[in-house]
């Protein structure tokens, strides 16, 4: 028997990840994202949260910021 994890069920969207599944979804380092904390700039609670030890992104807390940062630059 293997520790796969399961896939979400179709129609099924998870709001929270492991960090290394968001590095896998989007490219984004785990690195980075524990820069983002110790930064400041995303938030425990809103764009991260750590369970048992492992760091966790809120996909979509995390999207907002990006496009957030992306208009900032435009309009700059």
Known sequence: ???TPAAAPPGIEPEWVRA???YELTGTPVETVRHYRKKGLWLVGKHLATVQNRLHVNIK???AW???QALKRRQA
């Open 61 to 63: 807390e995390a999207d």
């Open 66 to 68: 990006i496009k957030e």
């Open 1 to 3: 028997m293997t520790n």
């Open 20 to 22: 290394e599944k968001y």
